[in-house]
């Protein structure tokens, strides 16, 4: 065991036992950016992105507190109820279609950081999350997880709950669809 | 160009905004710590479930299957939480295992599916506010720390009415029929006019011992009226979309006696506002306030106009009741007690006015530095000086 991970399960002890919030602020700082671009990448607003970001923290910690289940992997857990999140936010909007192109590409900019400088890398950078719009959803989940936030195969198997073996041809197809789509612009 | 893979990459530069990241950090902690309480264990639970937590699950077993047992006993016996949830039953505000008792409460609620339960339960846990006001009222501690602790204890039953009147609101929408659910809402209904009765005798004895209650106590008994008549408005409704629980003339009998309630408080408020008044022309007079100003106080008087239009407000409710038109009766009921509500705070505002302006004169009349000496000629020596209305002053 890592001492990343020794110290993430002690935070989690601490939540767990003393409702400890400051503990949780810390399990809160090493996530958020993580679980809002992951959100950020599957619907079309930063608005939502962030609103769903926030309840994922909420519902995590109610969980964490009201489970008798052992946590025994917080980050695939976070991006479980992120992914649920996004699923209910989209049946209440009755639309799983992402948002058109321009919408994707001007709310995305607004919130760089420190891309400004680099103009070649933003257009760069724009021009990718264009390509990836256009991948179907389930296709645009697992090239985020594997390239982008850097899971294992088997921590995407967890997340999207499904075998190893269907997320390795879930990888080669969407990463096949990826080059196509860049391909012909 | 470059490989896709690496321009992926790339988009992990992609985070939120900084502001954001730390408002929202602000916000999720402040609501977390305000949901919960620190439960009290003792040192063995929490290192069970920190091994629990740390350890690899089979070595856990390993070593837990032979004590497993007497592990378990030994932890139920001397583990403090379970007394820390027991003995924080009779805490306080402002005691320690307070917000624990809060927190239980809480967990119970959430146990509960009922609605008309919740109602019920919701109304246990306001007794018990009433309790703690009783209790605090008791203690040997000072006026200002007992208001303090009343302020808590009130706001909660405050708090308690409030989700009571939802769960009802809950009730009434379910449209199912059942003798359990209109006996639970009667239950509620009697539980709240005897909590406001209690409240209201409790404040008395408060400002008799000179402690000054504020606003909270007015709010708290105000919110059980709400609640008695709410759970009423409840029945009724469910009478009138054709639950059988209860009969009509239960029901006339029911609101009858709010009305009879009214009626006591429309007089015991009526007897306020006349000593009121009466105080108060009394002050005029002793300190002589001239004419413009006997005007202005004046408007003060006259808030023996609103008991007359409670009063009038009851008499509809009565009409409507004839009648049979339940529901606008207890429409009037509820626009009397307002009325009433506003009649009984000008007079005790009154009466708390006359107090302060009494003590203010009395200041002003001992005070030497305001009245002017006569000096008698004839002492040598030793000065004395006769102040002409109160009192003596030695000049030397």
Known sequence: MNKASLKEKYLIYKVRQNKDAESYGQLYDYYVDRIFRFILFKVSSVETAEDLTSEVFLKTWEYINTTDKKIGNLNALLYKVARNAVIDHYRKKRNDVIGTDEDFMHSIADHRINIEKDANLKIEIQSIEKHLGKLKDIYREVIILKYIEEFSVTEIAEVIDKSRGNVRVLLHRALQALKEIAGEE | MPNITEQLKQLKQVKPRKEWVDSERELLLSQITRQT?????????????????????????????????????????????????????????????????????????????????????????????VNEIEAVSQKAITPQKKQEKIDVAAAGLSQEMKKTQQTLEQVKQDSTKSKLIVEAV???????????????????????????????????????????????????????????????????????????????????????????????????????????????????????????????????????????????????????????????????????????????????????????????????????????????????
Do not use: C
């Open chain 2, 37 to 129: 309480a620190v439960k009290q264990q003792s040192v063995f639970v929490n290192s069970w479930y920190l091994a629990k937590s740390l350890m690899p699950g089979s070595l856990l077993r390993f070593v837990a299957r032979p004590v497993g047992v007497l592990t378990v006993i030994t932890l139920f016996i001397f583990s403090s939480g379970i007394f820390g949830v027991n003995a924080s039953k009779n805490s306080l505000p402002g005691d320690f295992l307070y917000s624990v008792k809060l927190t239980s409460e809480k967990v119970q609620v959430g146990f509960t599916v009922a609605e008309e339960k919740k109602a019920q339960m919701h109304m246990g846990f306001a007794e018990e506010r």
């Open chain 2, 186 to 396: 009667q239950k509620v209904d009697q539980k709240a006019e005897e909590l406001g009765d209690r409240l209201e005798q409790q404040k008395q004895e408060l400002l008799q011992n000179d402690v000054l209650v504020g606003k909270s106590m007015d709010i708290a008994k105000e919110a059980t009226d709400v609640t008695a008549v709410k759970a009423v408005e409840v029945i009724v409704d469910k009478r009138e979309k054709g639950d059988v629980s209860v009969t009509d003339n239960e029901l006339v009998e029911t609101i009858n006696k709010k009305i009879n309630k009214e009626q006591e408080k429309i007089k015991q408020v009526e007897t306020q506002v006349k000593e009121a008044a009466q105080g108060q022309a009394k002050l005029i007079v002793d300190q002589e306030k001239d004419v413009e100003t006997l005007a202005v106080d004046q408007k003060n008087v006259d808030q023996n106009i609103i008991p007359n239009q409670a009063e009038q407000k009851l008499t509809e409710a009565k009409d409507f009741l004839n009648h049979g038109d339940l529901g606008s009766a207890l429409e009037k009921i509820k626009e009397s007690a307002t009325l009433t509500q506003e009649a009984k705070v000008g007079a005790e505002t009154i009466v708390s006015q006359n107090k302060e302006a009494a003590e203010q004169a009395e200041e002003v009349a001992t005070d030497p530095s305001e009245i002017l000496p006569i000096e008698d000629k004839n002492a040598e020596g030793e000065k004395e000086t006769t102040i002409e209305n109160k009192g003596t002053l030695k000049v030397e």
